[in-house]
Structures are given as structure tokens and as C-alpha cells.
């Protein structure tokens, strides 16, 4: 789980152009949203697409389980990791 994470971290830098932001910069349980990365809807939306492209996920923009899901980088690689085994 935690080479997943690590990857999930370089998608979010990647996708959000976060040039000065290293993986060992992003905490893995911090919010992703307001306190933590501070990241918005916009990242948000860009963020989903390119894990969806990268990990043939399939979110739901307006589901709250979507929205638990975007929690943290934990949360984002398990439910990855959840719906690869399916």
C-alpha cells in the first residue's frame, strides 16, 4: 500500500503542477482539501481524471463516498487499491 500511496502522491504533483512539492512533502493522512494541501474543486476535478486515466477507477463527481474517498492520499490509495481487485 505504501509504493500506492507514494505513487498517488507523484499523480498530485504531477497533474497540479506542484513543482516545488516533493512525495515525502505530502503527508499522507492530511487533508487533501482546505487545511492541509489546501487544494480546491478545480484540482479536485483534474485530480479524479487523472486517476480514473491512470488506475481505470470510476468516480462519481457529485457521490459523498467519492468525497471520502478524496480525504487524504491513505484514502485515495485504498480505495484504489479496492477497486483494482474487483
Same mark, same amino acid.
Given at each position: 500500500?505504501? #509504493?500506492?500511496?507514494?505513487? =498517488?502522491?507523484q499523480?498530485?504533483?504531477? =497533474? #497540479?503542477?506542484?513543482?516545488?512539492?516533493t512525495? %515525502?512533502? *505530502?503527508?499522507?493522512?492530511?487533508?487533501?482539501?482546505?487545511?492541509?494541501?489546501?487544494?480546491?474543486? *478545480?484540482?479536485? #476535478?483534474?485530480?479524479? =481524471?487523472?486517476?480514473?486515466?491512470?488506475?481505470? *477507477? @470510476?468516480l462519481?463527481?457529485?457521490?459523498?463516498?467519492?468525497?471520502?474517498?478524496? %480525504?487524504?492520499?491513505?484514502?485515495?490509495?485504498?480505495? *484504489?487499491? @479496492?477497486?483494482?481487485?474487483?
Amino acid at each position: 500500500m505504501q #509504493l500506492l500511496e507514494e505513487e =498517488v502522491k507523484q499523480v498530485i504533483i504531477d =497533474v #497540479l503542477q506542484l513543482e516545488d512539492m516533493t512525495p %515525502a512533502d *505530502i503527508d499522507t493522512d492530511a487533508a487533501l482539501f482546505v487545511d492541509g494541501l489546501g487544494l480546491d474543486s *478545480i484540482d479536485a #476535478l483534474e485530480l479524479g =481524471v487523472a486517476l480514473q486515466k491512470r488506475y481505470g *477507477i @470510476s468516480l462519481s463527481a457529485d457521490s459523498e463516498e467519492t468525497r471520502r474517498h478524496f %480525504a487524504s492520499v491513505r484514502a485515495l490509495a485504498a480505495m *484504489i487499491a @479496492s477497486q483494482r481487485k474487483k
